[in-house]
């Protein structure tokens, strides 16, 4: 038997309508048995199948796309480093802990580095022993040597030694290029040295990648590209730029990079880096003026910057990461170039909308052309990740803008004074949100909620915003709520949780700002308990409707009667009143809404009464009222017992108070005789009813007179009530396990073991305290020890004690 689920909202129906199933679904009432399901099952099969299959191919495209970047890796890297030539005999396996090609590496590489070295102490040093033409010919020979000496290398198949001789001859081309200008050779000891070394930094990286092409070298496309990377910066700061010239010199390297990178993958990350740097110094240069000439001179350098990662964006040819990566770059320049000017002249408060705009407008139209953000999977369009990634530069761009504007927004909830901001970029954040829910359908249910939050945020907030007064903003707050309950109301179907957020969070607003004044109180309290009640008749809501409803009814109830004047212990009856009512209200209804009822009045009640304990007089009479509903309750056949044994507390605690209030200080003559009463009574009811419960039969007449006497043997200083209340304790302990009753074996053992704890703590106490301190941590520290070692035993016997208690009537 298949299980169903809704092809709407997705939730579980189980087995189909043929097999017992609901005809519709539970949640959003979409039929279930029509026609069209079977052929919509059927499709749902199909593309199941579909995306399966898709995906076992698109791990397959990434295997294949991995094992030639592999073998693209060993090409690159050369036989030294990759499988041997054609022709070559294999290579030995090796025995030792290295390998041998590793091995030569180290080797070549350590040898390179220390002929540098000496040639870098050479020219330093004993540079002024030659004369000129002694220096010349030995730099000049020294370095033709090491840059010829690959040619002949590659021809013998000497192709690691090469290549170190290759790195040898370009950081001897480097020393020369210091030499010359240290001994002022053609003048150039007159060249300032920034743009002296920025124009051999752009030679030398040209020579290197002429001379890396002719010698087949691996290495020398880095070299070069690793030189390139200085020329620029090195012009800009030898030209004295300024900020923003140094944004521009950066982007020039950039676009080097990049039109590296059509031959060399590794140049796209100095490219990234370069503009990242360059946008940061063009915002830092256009945000730190106060006028608009250097701010919009700084806006320059940011557009060329998002042009710039937004070209690399759109390249079919780079990777869908680094596309993504671009656009997320791009979008944040290009707001940040939008953001300059606005941000001048706007006042301050509205400041944020400088940035917030832009951001939304970009993002937006991101979302209008991308199907989902951020991409998942493989591209499936060809511009897909420059929209997923300008999507996502909007939303880097309105988060801090929030985060920055929730102390106003929760303030502005707090009847505080509103700024007018608060309202517009909450009402952009709903817009744009709400485009997205739409946009990405089922997928965009967190995004719906959000809209609908920070709708309401909006529309909360405006009236307060435009000085509007109290009672309109009040009803501005609420009827957005009653709005919403309409629709779910009238329209069941459709999408539950942001509508349950536009009911919510508005009523919520509204409840609270209502709380300060009388009748604003009563009015939104009153049609909120009527409105509850109305959704309690919607299956979907019934158990939240109906507590909310009866939470609301009776605080509507003791507000009524704190507005009339009445002192909060006595407007607490009122909301006792609203509990007694709950009862025949409950035993009238069925189900889980007759509980919620039911339990939800008890726990007005219990609110009510500690209202007003504070009061004893009212505190009685309260416990009185509570005791006679627990009566009523126990009319019901299926509460008989909970509400005799409730009913029967209740009105024992209200004569307690009563006597506390007289004065009493011996209770006995009082309880007493109650106990007995009802003690007989109970007898008499059991031996007509042998299956009748101790708890039910004896219960409140052991508990009206030993619970009592308890308390007031606990205040008493002498020795005869306690020991009189002990051996009445003890008798109804024997008697209730030699009878096999639960209720004087408990509550004879309870108070027993209390009124004996009272007579043995202050000799306790004093023992103790004569004690070592040590004692008493050693004594808990075996405690433990004990404890730990004998759990199973012990947890053995308390369910055997289990058992025997559930055997007792």
């Excluded at 022993?129 to 840059?147: D, E, N, S």
């Excluded at 832009?358 to 991409?375: E, I, W, Y």
């Excluded at 042998?690 to 007449?701: E, I, N, Q, R, V």
């Amino acid at each position: 038997m298949d299980a169903y689920r809704c092809p709407d909202c997705g939730s579980y129906t189980g087995p189909a309508p043929a097999d017992g199933g609901p005809a519709a679904c539970p949640r959003c009432r979409l039929p279930l048995d029509a026609q069209e399901m079977v052929e919509l099952r059927g499709i749902d099969v199909e593309l199941g199948a579909v995306e399966a299959r898709r995906a076992a191919l698109h791990r397959r495209r990434a295997a294949l796309v991995r094992a030639l970047r592999a073998r693209r890796a060993a090409v690159a890297a050369g036989p030294a480093r990759g499988a041997p030539r054609a022709g070559a005999p294999a290579a030995k396996a090796s025995t030792g802990e290295a390998a041998p090609q590793s091995a030569q590496t180290v080797l070549l590489t350590l040898g390179g580095l220390l002929i540098v070295v000496a040639g870098l102490v050479f020219t330093l040093v004993n540079w002024s022993r030659f004369g000129i033409g002694g220096r010349a010919a030995v730099l000049t020979a020294l370095t033709v040597l090491a840059l010829a000496a690959p040619l002949a290398l590659r021809r013998r198949s000497l192709d690691a030694t090469a290549e170190t001789m290759s790195a040898i001859g370009v950081a001897l081309v480097l020393l020369d290029s210091h030499a010359a200008r240290a001994t002022g050779l053609a003048g150039l000891r007159d060249v300032h040295g920034t743009a002296y070394w920025s124009a051999v930094t752009g030679l030398v990286a040209l020579g290197a990648a002429a001379y890396g092409r002719l010698t087949r070298s691996a290495l020398m496309p880095y070299a070069a590209l690793l030189l390139l990377q200085g020329t620029a910066p090195l012009a800009a700061v030898a030209l004295h730029a300024h900020t923003t010239g140094l944004a521009y010199a950066l982007l020039v390297s950039a676009v080097l990079n990049l039109v590296v990178a059509t031959r060399m993958p590794a140049a796209l990350r100095a490219a990234g880096g370069w503009t990242v740097v360059a946008g940061a110094l063009a915002a830092a240069a256009a945000y730190r003026s106060d006028s608009y000439g250097p701010a919009l001179r700084g806006c320059l350098p940011l557009v060329l910057a998002a042009a710039l990662a937004l070209a690399a964006a759109r390249s079919p040819r780079l990777p869908a990461a680094t596309r993504v990566g671009g656009a997320v770059l791009g979008g944040l320049a290009l707001v940040g170039a939008a953001a300059v000017a606005p941000r001048l002249a706007l006042p301050g408060a509205w400041a944020p909308l400088a940035a917030a705009v832009p951001a939304a407008l970009l993002a937006g139209v991101a979302l209008l052309r991308s199907p989902t953000v951020p991409p998942v999977g493989p591209v499936r369009r060809p511009h897909e990740p420059l929209w997923a990634g300008l999507a996502v530069a909007g939303a880097l761009v309105l988060a801090p803008v929030a985060l920055r504007l929730l102390p106003l927004l929760l303030r502005a909830l707090g009847r505080e004074a509103a700024d007018g901001v608060v309202p517009v970029v909450a009402a952009i954040l709903a817009a744009l949100l709400a485009g997205a829910a739409v946009r990405f359908g089922r997928a965009g249910t967190a995004m719906g909620c959000g809209a609908v939050l920070t709708a309401a945020a909006a529309v909360v907030t405006a009236p307060d915003a435009a000085g509007l007064p109290y009672p309109v903003a009040l009803a501005t707050a609420g009827l957005p709520a009653v709005a919403a309950a309409a629709h779910l109301l009238r329209r069941p179907e459709g999408a539950l949780a942001p509508r349950l957020c536009a009911l919510l969070a508005p009523a919520a607003v509204a409840l609270v700002w209502s709380l300060p004044h009388d009748a604003a109180a009563l009015t939104v309290w009153g049609a909120a308990a009527v409105l509850a009640a109305r959704l309690a008749a919607d299956g979907r809501f019934a158990v939240p409707a109906t507590a909310f409803a009866v939470f609301a009814a009776g605080y509507e109830a003791a507000r009524a009667a704190a507005a009339a004047g009445l002192p909060p212990h006595l407007a607490a009856f009122a909301a006792l009143g609203v509990a007694a009512a709950t009862v025949p209200v409950a035993a009238a209804l069925s189900g889980r809404v007759a509980l919620t009822v039911e339990f939800c009045g008890y726990a007005v009640g219990a609110v009510a009464v500690l209202a007003t304990a504070g009061h004893p007089d009212a505190l009685s009479v309260a416990l009185a009222a509570a005791g006679a509903a627990g009566a009523g309750l126990a009319l019901r056949a299926d509460r008989r017992t909970a509400g005799a044994i409730g009913a029967a507390a209740l009105l024992a605690w209200s004569s307690w108070v009563r006597l506390a209030l007289a004065g009493v200080a011996a209770p006995e003559p009082y309880t007493v005789s109650m106990s007995l009463v009802l003690l007989v009574l109970g007898h008499l009811r059991r031996r007509r009813d042998p299956g009748l419960g101790s708890w039910t039969a004896y219960g409140s007449g052991l508990a009206s007179s030993l619970l009592p006497s308890l308390v007031a043997a606990w205040g008493d200083p002498h020795w005869l009530r306690p020991l009189l209340l002990g051996l009445t304790a003890l008798a109804l302990t024997l008697l209730g396990a030699r009878l096999r009753l639960r209720a004087p074996l408990a509550l004879g053992g309870t108070v027993l073991a209390a009124d004996a704890f009272h007579e043995l703590a202050p000799a306790v106490a004093q023992s103790i305290g004569q004690l070592p301190r040590w004692a008493p941590v050693a004594a808990a520290g075996i405690l433990l020890l004990y404890l730990g070692a004998t759990y199973e035993r012990r947890l053995r016997a308390a369910r055997r004690l289990r058992s025997n208690l559930r055997t007792l009537h």
